[in-house]
Structure formats: C-alpha cells, structure tokens
C-alpha cells in the first residue's frame, strides 16, 4: 500500500487509513428483526467472519420523523421499503437503545470497536455516554448541519457516506466538521439505491475524493457483486463497509442488500488478497523473482581460448545463463586479453580479463 500520511487515524485500537491493511466495517443496522438474540449473534458473527468493526445505527421511529400515513409519509421507492409509512419502517428496523451498550461490549471481547452511526442531537448524546470511538454519518444526514456540529463537537473521528450528496453539499458538510472540532475525517463513495447495480457505482469517485479533499477514502457498498469492493479498494478505498446479516431469507429491513456470513468471509478474504496485490512500489527483483535471475543473458566463452589471445565476436558471446558478466560489459571485453587459458563454457569475468 501507499506510504502512510498524517490523515490516517485510529478507531479503538485500529488505525485506519493509508499504509494500513482495509478497515472492514460490518453494518447490522435493521437485520436484528427486533430480536435481541438474533442482534446477539450478528455482532459475534460478524467478529467471526473478520470484521475489523461492527456499526449500529442509533435513532427511534419518534426521533426521525411522526407516525403519519399521509402521502407525504409513505414509501413509493424501493422494493425493499415500498408501500410503507416512515415510521413503520423505522418502528420495524431501529435498534433499542437499551440493546446498544450491550451489543459493544460483545464486539469489545472479541477486540473488536463498535460504533454506530447517530440521527439526532439526542443520540450523540447517548452513544457519548456509551464510550463510541468513532461516528458515521449516513448519506441522508449529511444536509443535518445541527447534527454535524453536534457530532464534531465529540472531537472523535467521523466517517461519511457521501451517498445523493452534490459536490457543494459535500463541501458543507466536511468543512462544517472541520469549523466544529472533527480531528479526522473519512469519506465513503456511496451509491444510495438498495440494492445499487455494478454499472451505478462509478468507482472513480473514490480517487477523486481523496485529490478534491484530502481525507482517507473508502466504499460504503450497497451492492450485492463481490467485484465491486475489490475494485474499490484497488483505486485506494481504506475502509469498506458491508451490511451483515446471518440470513438474507429471514427478512429484514436492510436483508435485500446484505451479506450473510460465509460471503463476509468471502468479501473479507478477497480484500485482504487485493492488499498484497496491490502491495507498494518496488522496483528491482524480488524474493522469488531472484531466483530466476540466472536465467538472464551473461558472458561466456564459447571457444577454448589461449593466454594472453584477443576476446572476439567468436569466442566470447552474450548467451544464458547469467553467470558471467552483464552482456553491458561486452564492449568493453572485446579486444581485450586473456589473462590464462580459459575453456569454453566458462562464465566470463573480470579475473580471466587482462
């Protein structure tokens, strides 16, 4: 990976950022179904499968939005959410808050950091008082000028899915972190569509990210294609986050677009093959590479040669293997005189060499 640089920062014990191994993120959000157990076994599974954290989201049905079934309320996009009201939708897939301090202290036994993602001033305020480490922002909260300042004030590092977000947006939101005490900031390319297709995930944005404003980059992946987060994390994503759920046929709000367990492995093992693809820059042979260096061209003799006779074009040639001389040195060979006799297919070298 690239050379570390002073934008890289730490969530519980972890650093994230450049130079480090990819900072898996497993979201549970909604996959709970409002079963305390089944939330439980999410967050230890998720540790199982290689998770590097665990996130949760923090809000009630009553802090997003009010029970109405006007149309206004109502969900007309999405297959996943179509046909409700918001707070059905929210009563249906928020995580109790009595849950929360709970589900971190398992992910902390397996010495893995959970934080969550906050959607009021109300829940900064909780998570503050459960000793989070870190906070994201989630793409539909990056207009929430209030709950940013609210946010930065924790001076805890803030991840950002920059998901619908236009380029001005985006802008406000990170200088409002920068203006409000945030020390370290992360923006995650995010395709806000559930599930999101591979042709709508424009992956170069991750690199632009990282030129336009200087922060560590990653890839909030709403997609089910095990391509995608490969790709990402080839064009310098440093995190990656995933929704997680133990079975996609059991439902659930977010199940539509989430990974069970055995393909989190999958994602977590390809993630960690792309790292030492990508390696860092090097130039010269490598371990195994050295190996076969002695295949390369070489000097040799290739005619019995008498002390004290001339190297030519005849006795002398530029052959495999590279045991002799560095074929750049046959100019300076040739005319040259044997300090001894020399047989032939024997490695030219500056000790037979008058």
Same mark, same amino acid.
């Given at each position: ?83 409700? !009201? ?89 200088? !409002?972190?920068?203006?409000?005490? !945030? ?162 297919? !024997? ?8």
């Amino acid at each position: 990976m690239n050379q570390k640089n002073n934008l890289n920062f730490k969530i519980g014990k972890r650093e994230v950022g450049e130079a480090q191994p990819v900072f898996v993120v497993a979201e549970i959000s909604g996959n709970h179904n409002q079963n305390f157990k089944r939330a439980k076994e999410l967050v230890k599974s998720a540790c199982q499968c290689g998770a590097d954290a665990v996130k949760l989201q923090t809000y009630t049905p009553d802090t997003l939005t009010i029970d109405s079934s006007k149309k206004w309320f109502r969900v007309k996009v999405n297959s996943a959410w179509k046909g409700k !009201t918001l707070y059905e939708l929210y009563k249906e897939a928020y995580t109790p808050w009595e849950w929360q301090p709970k589900l971190k202290k398992i992910a902390n036994s397996y010495g893995i950091p959970l934080f969550s993602t906050p959607f009021d001033e109300t829940s900064v305020d909780f998570l503050e008082k459960m000793g989070v480490p870190a906070y994201k922002i989630a793409s539909f909260e990056i207009v929430d000028i209030e709950l940013l300042k609210k946010v930065a004030q924790t001076k805890k590092p803030v991840i950002i899915s920059r998901g619908m977000s236009s380029l001005p947006e985006l802008k406000l939101a990170v200088s !409002t972190l920068r203006k409000y005490g !945030t020390p370290s900031i992360a923006i995650l390319h995010c395709v806000s569509s559930y599930p999101a297709k591979p042709e709508e995930m424009n992956l170069a944005t991750i690199s632009d990210i990282k030129k336009r404003f200087g922060v560590i980059t990653g890839l909030s992946d709403h997609s089910l294609s095990p391509l995608v987060p490969v790709v990402a994390v080839a064009l310098g994503a440093s995190i990656i986050e995933k929704h997680f759920t133990l079975s996609r046929a059991d439902g659930g709000s977010d199940a539509a677009f989430s990974l069970e367990p055995e393909e989190f492995k999958e994602l977590v093992k390809s993630v960690r093959e792309t790292e030492k693809v990508i390696g860092r820059v090097r130039y010269g042979a490598g371990k195994k590479e050295s190996e076969n260096i002695v295949f390369r061209r070489s000097l040799f003799v290739v005619k019995d040669i008498k002390k004290g006779e001339k190297f030519t074009h005849e006795n002398i040639r530029c052959i495999r293997p590279g045991y002799g001389l560095q074929p750049r040195f046959l100019s300076k060979a040739l005319g040259r005189k044997a300090k001894k006799d020399i047989k032939r297919d !024997t490695p030219l070298n500056w000790s037979l060499i008058v």
